[in-house]
């Protein structure tokens, strides 16, 4: 047991870190710093950057087009893009339909869709929530019926976050209603954006951010070649899809940069007449997520060093990492929000501000602070609720 | 990066473990409180055999050479069925300070002595003033001769009672916090002038005030600079104690789980009640936390950074200490009317688990020490 990194994982940190610095543009670092968010335009436009690095795909293995980096490797890298407030590669394109083409997939769907994924000419979605299936997903009843070569898709999906800039969308459908099993009459298709029949309507956040919609298929002909898998297995797709590259999401190098921004701004503030950061209850408190922060790590690291894991079985741990991580990033926001106390209070609506001149209220690092703390209430809520991580750790590791 | 163990360490965890299920049943426990020091003489020896008390005593002086991951699968296993005997304070505490202080004679003839289970060590540094300062030393040694005179007292020495030598602390220059002028002496179990009141503690665990009244000792190492090696055997004790806790909450998770399948009420399990199972799941991931954290302990045992290493054991003692009364709680609480019996173990892991946390610096303390280091 040795529990440092290697001398080449630390040389491996050293040269992302340094490319990040080197190749990130700094409009975009700062508008992660001030709790801004990224655009569009943001998120696409560093992939490519990385994508031209060979690093996009970076959890894809080398014959299709990653780095072929080892676990540890990769869980390094997302930790680094964090901390660097670079955007996070689009888990859509690089961990879900992309691990589901290699596995699933006909040599025509990856030669298309692969190297199209890892550079997001195609931004993708998922299409899997509906009103009455959430964390309850088998009950889903978008309908796709068969009509010669196409399927002819049905219904309404909720939740579909970014299909506002979508081109494509994975989308689980029901192709047999009178299957035994809810489970087994479902088929994974893959969708075009622009096909006649899609409606996409916009659902805000209480942030006041647009990332949410609502998706309404209405008579949208999908043809049969962009199924993946066979037609009623789509369940195992699904599965392997939420299996896999579960680790990634504790998503501790976001955390671990909010921690130290609340402390720069903290030494910035001022309360009874000194800097908030030499309040003992401020540094008590950032000292709690201190130590919750080393053990989260010391976790993950396990979870990911564990050998003998198989790809798309979900490692029942990373649900412990789930839980631990969403309450970090929600903790993290909280103490950066209450650092901006009631100048974070003020609302901020992100097109008024993008359309006018006006300055905000405040210093620059005000307006935004208060955004991620609303939106990261979703944090214990998507991804399977922390309540159903609960659940799938009472059944697969407790056994009860 | 590696999780995994060795060939070696997983026969050591092994043997351990075949050996501790074998004679640790709870009944035997309690029939091994009733003997003269209030452990088992046998499985002591027994250790012996094994080799444990040699395990991390360099090989020069007779021991295995092991380190302190090597330490922290023989205490877990230890917490697992909550072994009575003086393991952590002869093995751990005291070899460590002799190993760190000793004149090479001193360690050769100590360390030797203990790898085969000659010799039981305690260390004595706390005192009923300091709390968890470890700089607050008020016991004294005057030199007399080429020996000491130590006067003064020391609180909750663990296993102090049964000790044939002890590692005592007390100081030579300056006053109450100073950090320099400690000092650390051998003194014998039998010296003239050493007082020891034995008491179980409320977990079990045996442990002994002392009175030092012109009690001759001898100098370990070098005068004034004891402090250094005092915090780090100290923190030789926090790694190995946390591990005890995380082989303890494995056994009360264990037992918590074992209770939900079979207790009946309102006609099924209770374990197949949804506010019991996550119940049982927040169990599992304090003390995954937790085990993480007692890695990260083990993991800085030999960090020669001294900033860093005080850095991590606060991260660690606060982790560990955390989880484990969560763990331990929760398992009272899940159990019900029969967790709160002196006849059924829940409590008593409650108890070992208590009682880590309110030695070498609770979880406030650690947390104050981390919160000076936000800046």
Not at chain 2, 18 to 45: C, I, M, P
Request: charged share 25%; hydrophobic share 40%.
């Amino acid at each position: 047991m040795d529990l440092r990194y290697s001398p080449e994982d630390q040389a491996f940190r050293e040269e992302v870190r340094t490319f990040i610095q080197q190749n990130l543009p700094a409009d975009i670092r700062e508008r992660s710093r001030n709790g801004y968010g990224f655009r569009k335009e943001d998120i696409v436009s560093w992939q490519r950057i990385l994508n031209k690095k060979g690093w996009a795909a970076y959890s894809w293995p080398k014959e299709y087009g990653g780095p072929g980096w080892t676990p540890t490797q990769r869980m390094i890298f997302q930790e680094e893009i964090m901390m660097g407030n670079a955007p996070e590669v689009s888990g859509f394109n690089i961990t879900m339909i992309g691990p589901v083409l290699m596995q699933f997939g006909t040599q025509a769907q990856k030669d298309h869709f692969l190297p199209r994924a890892a550079n997001i000419d195609d931004w993708w979605c998922q299409g899997f929530s509906e009103p009455g299936a959430g964390s309850d997903l088998a009950s889903l009843k978008t309908a796709a019926v068969r009509d010669g070569d196409h399927y002819v898709v049905n219904g309404q999906k909720i939740w579909t976050s970014t299909a506002h800039h979508a081109d494509w969308c994975f989308v689980l459908v029901r192709t047999d209603p009178h299957a035994k099993k809810r489970q087994e009459g479902i088929s994974f298709i893959l969708v075009d954006m622009k096909t006649p029949g899609i409606t996409v309507r916009p659902i805000i956040s209480i942030d006041g951010s647009h990332h949410l919609n609502e998706v309404f298929f209405d008579n949208v002909r999908v043809p049969v070649e962009n199924r993946i898998y066979e037609e009623n297995r789509g369940w195992d797709v699904a599965k392997f899809l939420l299996g896999n590259e579960r680790t990634g999401i504790a998503r501790l190098g976001k955390s671990k940069e909010r921690l130290e921004y609340a402390k720069e701004l903290a030494r910035e503030v001022q309360q009874n007449g000194k800097p908030l950061i030499e309040d003992p209850a401020f540094r008590r408190r950032a000292a709690q997520i201190a130590v919750d922060l080393k053990a989260l790590e010391l976790t993950q690291l396990r979870v990911v060093s564990a050998k003998k894991k198989e790809a798309g079985k979900p490692d029942p741990f990373s649900s412990i990492l789930k839980i631990k991580g969403t309450e970090l990033l929600q903790e993290t926001s909280e103490l950066v929000m209450d650092v901006g106390g009631p100048l974070a209070m003020p609302g901020w609506a992100k097109e008024l501000a993008a359309m006018s001149n006006e300055p905000p209220y405040g210093p620059d690092w005000a307006p935004a602070m208060a955004g991620p703390y609303l939106m990261l209430r979703a944090a214990s809520i998507y991804g399977g609720t922390n309540e159903i991580q609960k659940n799938i750790l009472t059944k697969a590791v407790l056994g009860l | 990066m590696d999780f995994e163990l060795s060939e070696d360490q997983r026969l050591l965890k092994d043997s351990i473990s075949r050996l501790l299920s074998d004679t640790y049943g709870f009944a035997a426990r309690r029939g091994y409180q009733q003997e003269a020091n209030g452990w088992s003489k046998k499985t002591w020896d027994q250790y012996a055999e094994l080799g444990l008390l040699g395990l991390p005593i360099a090989e020069e002086y007779g021991g295995f050479g092991g380190g302190p991951v090597d330490v922290m699968l023989v205490m877990e296993e230890i917490g697992r069925v909550l072994a009575l005997e003086p393991y952590l304070a002869s093995v751990v505490l005291g070899a460590t300070a002799v190993k760190l202080a000793g004149s090479e004679s001193q360690k050769s003839m100590l360390l030797s002595a203990v790898a085969v289970g000659q010799t039981k060590l305690a260390f004595a540094h706390g005192e009923q003033q300091a709390r968890y300062d470890l700089n607050d030393v008020l016991t004294t040694a005057k030199r007399d001769g080429s020996t000491w005179l130590l006067d003064g007292t020391k609180s909750v020495v663990l296993h102090g009672d049964c000790a044939d030598k002890l590692v005592i602390s007390a100081r030579t220059a300056g006053s109450r916090h100073d950090t320099g002028g400690v000092s650390l002496f051998l003194v014998d179990g039998s010296a003239k002038g050493l007082t020891r009141r034995g008491y179980a503690m409320r977990d079990g665990t045996r442990a002994a005030e002392l009175a030092l009244a012109g009690v001759r000792g001898e100098l370990l190492g070098t005068a004034d600079a004891g402090l250094p090696i005092v915090e780090h055997a100290t923190q030789a004790g926090i790694a190995a104690m946390a591990a005890e806790v995380v082989g303890a909450m494995e056994a009360v998770h264990a037992m918590t789980l074992d209770y939900m399948r079979t207790r009946q009420q309102f006609g099924r399990a209770i374990g197949e009640n949804q506010v019991m199972q996550h119940k049982a799941a927040d169990m599992l991931i304090a003390m995954e936390q937790g085990r993480s954290m007692a890695m990260l302990a083990s993991m800085m045992v030999d960090e020669p950074d001294a900033d860093e290493r005080r850095y991590n054991m606060s991260l660690a003692k606060v982790g560990v200490g955390q989880a484990g009364r969560a763990v331990t709680q929760a398992a009272v609480q899940m159990h019900g009317g029969i967790g709160m019996t002196e006849e059924y173990a829940v409590g008593h892991y409650f108890r070992r688990v208590m009682t880590f946390e309110h030695l070498w610096g609770d979880c406030a303390y650690h947390l104050a020490a981390l919160a000076e280091e936000v800046a």
